[in-house]
């Protein structure tokens, strides 16, 4: 199985801050890789896809980028709104595997 | 737009076969698209289980492929999801979602999900 791991599991930071999350593969998965959005009580959602590829609806101060075994996560200007646990996931090669996931919150 | 709905006995006890089914709306099953069932153990992260299409094509993480079978009833637009002889270990809120890889193929993306439902393994 293709591991992924995330850092860091937990991030404090303020309204405002840029963030950025990382995400490393166990091998390399070209840029089979996205990125989701989960809030407490509620279902992930669906973020960025194909590594960068910011899906309909979602801000823009929300970005993405990396190929390989190397990716990240970035939001500008962190929002109320964006505290939050974040998941990436490879799609290369099943089993579909997913990150540990990191918790933005409050500083 | 496609929405999903999880639901389930909540309680089940050791050795037994947990049954979900996911009611998919706003979409019609037979006409694409493959669909996945994904858990979450309380407190954890997120673990692919399966993923099935509406002709009955499916597959699994091998972690739980001796245990667990997905299927499909088009008549009534539902995914059903059956994983035999739990444990503790199976608690978890159990979520389908719709595999992002276009009406004929797998992605292994995911989006939409349902709300998810939550399935406790107790005595």
């Known amino acids: 199985d293709i591991q992924m791991t995330q850092s860091p599991s937990t991030l404090s930071a303020s309204v405002g801050d840029r963030v950025t999350i990382a995400c490393r593969a166990s091998q390399s998965i070209s840029t089979w890789l996205a990125w989701y959005q989960q809030k407490p009580g509620k279902a992930p959602e669906l973020l960025i896809s194909k590594a960068s590829n910011l899906e309909g609806g979602v801000p823009s101060r929300f970005s993405a980028g990396g190929s390989g075994t190397e990716f990240t996560l970035t939001i500008d200007s962190l929002q109320p709104d964006d505290f939050a646990t974040y998941y990436c996931q490879q799609y290369k090669r099943p089993p579909w595997t997913f990150g540990q996931g990191t918790t933005v919150e409050v500083k | 737009q496609v929405q999903l709905r999880e639901s389930g006995p909540g309680l089940v006890e050791p050795s037994e076969t947990l049954s979900l089914t996911c009611a998919v709306s706003?979409?019609?099953?037979?006409?694409?698209?493959?669909w996945a069932w994904i858990r979450q153990p309380p407190g954890k992260g997120l673990e692919w289980v399966g993923t099935?299409?509406?002709?009955?094509?499916?597959y699994y993480n091998p972690s739980l492929e001796s245990r667990v079978t997905l299927s499909v009833d088009t008549s009534k637009n539902q995914l059903s999801l059956q994983l035999n002889s739990v444990t503790a270990a199976d608690t978890a809120v159990y979520f389908c979602a719709r595999d992002r890889g276009g009406p004929s193929q797998v992605g292994g993306w995911f989006d939409p999900w349902g709300q998810g439902t939550p399935v406790t393994v107790s005595a």
């Open positions: 706003g979409y019609s099953i037979s006409s694409g698209f493959y």
């Open positions: 099935i299409n509406h002709v009955g094509a499916s």
